[in-house]
């Protein structure tokens, strides 16, 4: 892993020179006509690791190795040999397991991972000679094309305008997608630096003429990558053209690009300037609550149960708010839908509404529109309850598909892609991911295991039930902690289906793990630091059952997974009501603390989520594969690329 | 001695209802209830130790039967055996002290050593001379077999001359029953000093603005933390609130009627906040010899998450819950499974179980302690001072004889 950090840091000043360059065009000319040899000499160096991919297949996992070779121009031997040992990189995992997946539209998926890494690998090379001529972008180009590993080493050597015309046979198809990929990520920058890059947009525009609806273009791509090539110079001409216009002016933001893609600090609370600038724009009124816990000044801690008699109150005054995410956001107030992956469909079935619904009003741009909509939805659903990370991730894929749409496209056409889009999402990323665990995870379970749970997660679930159907002969221990006892829910479905079952409370953990031979857990988010942040109490249960020597299975999707570290629960958590504690359901006969909720001395704090350190979890079984803990940066890196071309 | 009966049976009683709660109670009561065996019991001319000893053992043996898992009963009936067998050694060596008396002059004598010399001398130091001067015959009778046979020659040596010496048998007599019953109530008066004697020490272990998480409800662990605040220091406190007999309620409300900052948790976040605790403090149930100790339940994985963060654990425990036998097994063998009621109302699941189908079944487990292993456990804190685990099998082995382990 540690060669892959290093082309980052090869890359990045250069494209800090691009921006320096692009304003002083002409004289850099010269400069780049000398590193435009190296870094084809360079490509050239490049061949070895072509060879050793098993075959020029665009579905063979060395796809991944192409970014250090794009950057060998600075460690052409070093970086030929990390190639060769990551012939074995994690990836492959993807690949592998996505296969047996049932669904035929997903088998397209290494497809499109690998052109994740495509995008990676061939927009630094491009934005390295930025202010060149469109003649000698395109030699760079193509010349970036074969160190991929598609085609011959041949094509390197000759001379730049010949390359274009030999390679372009085989490489068009790729260069297609690699071009379009490109745009789309140009199309996000155009938003940001839109003013001055408008003719590099317009050049965009018109080669979206000849582009397929991004929707369709995944499935075309999958397996017809080397089968169709009718290449017309001219289109190709055309795009390349496309690609050196857009790489020209994505050395300005493509560092803006970077800092954004990191994780954007949370709203601290204990910032008393910008709560009261949020509460300002605030639907929800909330009021705070009296007796707050000092250690969670930087958490939103509100009185709970207020705002939702307001909210119903309000429901025909809010305007611009869509009836549908309004539904979304109460039901999220009141605790109706919980549980991550429930959360993210629901959020993404109102915006699915939201987008039939929409129509652009007059002298605006739908991209921009739209997102601004979805953004000011998204904060409402904030103020109904705090985002969970699986969310974030889906809101940021809608957000990513909206201002990827291609500006010719009709309003009728984008809507209809962006809903097939979040569909895909549905069905792909959290439906079919399930049912990829599933199939993994049945696979460990063992006639005669005793198999400890904890809440109700819905992975966990679907596994037992599968598991059951199977005609494993196995038991299950649900354990539950206050305040929600969602076991109980989770106890009803098992015992309704014949599954025998033991329940208990998440104290008497120590008295069962002697019996217990497999922990199933589920999980709200993987971080990056293979720390996993779910429902709190998990962390217990993992560490009484590693102190137990009791393997922890934790099942959890991969979009769910986020590049953020954390390490420990105090940072980012959500606040849950604190009179769900002094209240104890169902039992009259507690009622010590009744009376005593305004007492300034004693706090209630009901933490909802904890983070459990990676070494208490054996394996992570997710829809790439089963994984180690410390796989998951791995994953997040190889899954937000594919992320940006669903 | 009906009314005994009667008293021991209903002690027995409760025991097996589980009325009487806590070890602190139960421990003050069997004491109480032993004191009265004692003094009711009446004792024969000849072996009078081993008279209260049966009889003490077997009320003793019932009591334990009634209730194995409350292990202070068993302590403290230990404890009332060894003090009876240490106030007989320390009889027996002052009658043999006043035997080398007797070859030298008359029985007068004895009398007015035994009644002008002895007199005003508590168990204690009775005891506590027994123990430096005896300790070397006490071995050498351990070895003979039985400690009576230290008291044989006295008897036959004086069983020449019979008027005087029923005066004296009767003198004796009532002398051990004396002393023991005075042993028996500074046992007591023990048990129900130990909170204090623990409390004193917690300015020690406390300091300004320290975070200490605790867990079930122990007034040990209320009287511990109030003293330090009485102290003046300030400091705030987490508690679990310990599912499902909520006794972190409890000991929440007594906390804050006592003006300490209070936070309840729930349990399931105790690992999540167990990172900015300094230190965890929990009262016992019992402190095996081992260093282990048997505490409310779910105590074992606030311990695990202390140690993962290097959280000193600190346990209270008075002396009459430390136990001087091993553990084997003790999350199950010392373990009393609760009513599932608390957890699953009655009749909640009735409909989606169908017995006769063969369908699933439902078990529900609701245990009261938990088992902390010693190498979790950073210190005790005793009536008589703080000490490490593996330092408890010789605290525990001063305060009960070898004869009674099993009782």
Not at chain 2, 187 to 200: D, K, N, V, Y
């Amino acid at each position: 892993m540690e060669s892959r950090r290093n082309p980052r840091a090869v890359v990045d000043p250069k494209v800090r020179q691009v921006g320096f360059f692009t304003s002083s065009q002409p004289d850099s000319s010269s400069t780049q006509q000398q590193t435009e040899p190296i870094s084809a000499s360079a490509s050239a160096s490049s061949p070895p690791v072509s060879t050793i991919s098993p075959s020029g297949n665009s579905l063979s996992p060395v796809m991944i190795p192409p970014p250090r070779l794009n950057s060998s121009d600075t460690f052409p031997l070093r970086n030929a040999a990390a190639g060769a040992t990551s012939a074995v990189s994690p990836s492959s995992f993807s690949y592998s397991n996505r296969r047996d997946f049932p669904d035929g539209s997903t088998t397209a998926s290494p497809g499109r991972h690998s052109r994740g890494s495509f995008v990676k690998s061939s927009a630094p090379v491009a934005s390295s000679l930025p202010g060149i001529g469109m003649d000698s972008m395109a030699a760079a180009k193509s010349s970036s094309v074969p160190a991929s590993g598609l085609t011959t080493v041949s094509v390197v050597t000759m001379p730049p305008g010949l390359a274009e015309n030999a390679s372009g046979m085989e490489v068009q198809s790729d260069q297609k997608k690699n071009s379009k990929s490109l745009k789309e990520k140009t199309t996000k920058a155009e938003r940001r630096a839109i003013q001055e890059a408008q003719r590099a947009a317009k050049a965009a525009a018109k080669a979206d003429g000849g582009k397929v609806p991004p929707g369709t273009s995944a499935s075309l791509a999958s397996t017809s990558v080397k089968v169709a090539k009718p290449a017309k110079p001219s289109t190709q001409k055309n795009e390349v053209a496309v690609s050196a216009g857009v790489t020209e002016k994505k050395g300005g933001p493509s560092e803006k690009d970077r800092k954004k893609d990191a994780p954007h600090p949370r709203m601290q609370y204990d910032d008393e300037s910008r709560v009261v600038k949020a509460k300002r724009r605030a639907v929800v009124k909330q009021t705070e609550a009296k007796n707050r816990v000092e250690l969670f000044r930087h958490l939103p801690q509100y009185e709970h149960g207020t705002q939702l008699p307001d909210l119903e109150a309000k429901f025909f005054q809010l305007d611009p708010m869509h009836p549908a995410v309004y539904k979304v956001g109460l039901q999220y107030l009141s605790g109706d839908i919980s549980g991550g992956n429930a959360r993210c469909i629901a959020m993404l079935q109102a915006f699915q509404d939201v987008i039939k619904d929409y129509s652009t009003p007059p002298e605006k741009n739908l991209n921009r529109d739209m997102t601004s909509k979805i953004s000011s939805y998204v904060s409402f659903l904030i103020e109904c309850r705090p985002l969970s990370i699986s969310m974030g991730n889906a809101i940021r894929f809608v957000k990513n598909r909206i201002a990827k749409l291609p500006i010719t496209l009709s309003e009728s056409e984008a809507k209809a892609a962006l809903q097939s889009d979040i569909e895909r999402f549905i069905n792909d990323k959290i439906i079919g991911a399930d049912m990829v665990i599933v199939k993994h995870a049945v696979t460990k379970i063992r006639d005669g295991d005793v198999l400890l749970t904890y809440g109700s997660p819905t992975a966990v679930e679907m596994i037992l039930l599968h598991a059951h159907e199977l005609k494993k002969k196995f038991r299950v221990l649900v354990v539950d902690s206050r305040p929600k006892l969602e076991g109980q829910l989770l106890l009803r479905r098992l015992i309704k289906r014949g599954i025998s079952c033991t329940y208990t409370h998440i104290n008497a953990i120590s008295y069962i793990m002697h019996e217990v031979t497999k922990v199933f857990l589920g999980a709200s988010s993987v971080l990056s630091n293979g720390t996993v942040y779910s429902r709190v109490g998990t962390a217990c249960v993992a560490m009484v059952a590693s102190a137990f020597r009791v393997p922890v299975l934790l099942c959890c999707e991969a979009y769910k997974f986020h590049e953020r570290v954390q390490l420990d629960s105090i940072c980012s958590n959500e606040l849950g009501d604190p009179n769900a504690i002094s209240k104890v359901h169902g039992r009259e006969d507690i009622n010590y603390l009744d009376g005593l909720t305004n007492n300034a001395n004693l706090q209630f704090l009901n933490l909802m989520y904890d983070a459990t350190p990676s070494d208490y979890i054996s394996m992570i079984i997710t829809d790439y594969g089963m994984v180690p803990p410390t796989s998951v940066p791995v994953i997040v890196r190889e899954y937000q690329k594919e992320h940006l071309l669903v | 001695m009906p009314d005994v009966q009667s008293m021991v049976a209903e002690f027995v009683n409760k025991l097996r209802k589980r009325k009487i709660e806590g070890s602190q109670a139960t421990a003050k009561c069997t004491v109480e209830l032993l004191r009265s065996v004692i003094s009711h019991q009446r004792v024969p001319h000849a072996n009078q130790a081993a008279a209260l000893i049966d009889a003490v053992k077997a009320v003793g043996q019932q009591l334990v039967a009634a209730n194995p898992v409350e292990l202070a009963v068993g302590n403290v009936v230990r404890r009332v055996l060894h003090i009876i067998r240490e106030e007989d050694l320390s009889l027996t060596t002052a009658a043999m002290a006043g035997l080398d008396l007797l070859d030298a002059s008359d029985d007068d004598d004895i009398d007015n050593c035994k009644g002008i010399g002895y007199p005003a001398m508590s168990a204690a130091v009775v005891a506590a001379a027994a123990r430096s001067t005896l300790r070397p015959p006490s071995l050498q009778t351990l070895l003979e077999g039985t400690p009576e046979s230290a008291t044989v020659p006295y008897t036959s040596s004086s069983g020449a001359d019979s008027e005087s010496k029923t005066a004296d048998k009767s003198s004796l007599t009532r002398k051990l029953k004396h002393d023991v019953i005075e042993g028996v109530n500074q046992l007591i008066q023990e048990i129900s000093g130990c909170h204090e004697q623990i409390a004193e020490q917690a300015i020690e272990h406390i300091h300004q603005n320290e975070v200490i998480l605790t867990l079930g409800s122990s007034r040990t662990v209320l009287e511990f933390l109030c003293a330090a605040k009485e102290k003046k220091r300030s400091f705030r406190v987490f508690v679990a609130e310990g599912a499902p007999r909520y006794q972190g309620h409890l000991l929440a409300k007594e906390l804050v009627a006592r003006g300490l900052q209070t936070t309840v948790i729930t349990d399931s976040a105790v690992f999540a906040m167990i990172s900015r605790v300094n230190m965890v403090i929990i009262g016992a149930h019992a402190v095996m010899a081992n260093g282990g100790v048997i505490g409310p339940v779910g105590v074992n994985m606030a311990a695990l998450a202390a140690k993962k963060h290097a959280v000193p654990f600190v346990v209270l425990a008075g002396s009459h819950k430390l136990c001087p036998l091993y553990p084997h097994n003790p999350e199950v063998l010392l373990n009393e499974l609760r009513s599932p009621s608390e957890l699953l109302d009655f009749g909640e699941f009735s409909d989606c179980l169908d017995f006769g189908a063969g369908s699933g079944s439902l078990q529900v487990v609701n245990p009261t302690f938990d088992y902390v292993p010693p190498n979790l456990v950073s210190l005790f804190i005793t009536d008589t001072g703080g000490h490490n685990p593996s330092y408890m099998y010789r605290l525990i082995a001063d305060y009960y004889s070898a004869d009674d382990l099993v009782m």
